[in-house]
């Protein structure tokens, strides 16, 4: 079905290459009832199955960049952290947010999409964690604070921090 959807979708974007048709543009520029009436393929095709030409088809060329843009950034913070050896959590953090992100990247090729649903949830709380943990390296390279600053026990003595610490 694929061989059929993506011609059709890639003759409609060069219709409107710049700034797309909207969201679910595969619904209301006729496409999917085109592949219904001729291919028999009823509701099979409410999106193109390639991230990269509903992004395309939808929000053209001015969209489609700060899409491209955005999950680059984010590879390239994440293998920041996964290649820092000061601190484990970096490469544990950049390293799930990177594998998370290539696998979307990857499977929207055949199948996914850039908006986001629940399926990518995963994903997107990775993503805000990591840039949380790049925020408090950046601080932490900034000010030459520890890393992971220690708590305060405000109103507590210091033998019960000593206490925590020890524990």
């Not at 001729?38 to 899409?67: C, K, Q, R, S, W």
């Not at 925020?135 to 708590?151: C, D, K, L, N, S």
Request: charged fraction near 15%; glycine fraction near 10%; include cysteine.
């Amino acid at each position: 079905g694929r061989t059929l959807a993506w011609p059709l979708v890639i003759k409609k974007i060069g219709e409107n290459p710049i700034t797309g048709f909207g969201r679910h543009a595969m619904v209301t520029t006729g496409i999917r009832d085109y592949m219904a009436d001729t291919y028999g393929e009823a509701d099979a095709f409410p999106h193109p199955h390639n991230a990269y030409l509903e992004a395309l088809l939808d929000n053209g060329i001015v969209g489609f960049v700060p899409i491209m843009a955005f999950y680059a950034t984010v590879l390239a913070m994440g293998l920041r952290l996964l290649l820092d050896r000061e601190e484990p959590l970096y490469a544990a953090v950049g390293g799930m947010a990177c594998a998370l992100v290539l696998a979307l990247l990857v499977g929207a090729m055949g199948g996914q999409t850039f908006y986001p649903r629940e399926v990518s949830l995963g994903m997107w709380c990775t993503i805000f964690l990591m840039l949380r943990v790049w925020v408090e390296r950046q601080r932490a390279m900034a000010t030459g604070q520890p890393r992971f600053a220690e708590a305060e026990f405000p109103g507590q003595p210091t033998e019960a921090r000593e206490a925590v610490q020890m524990a």
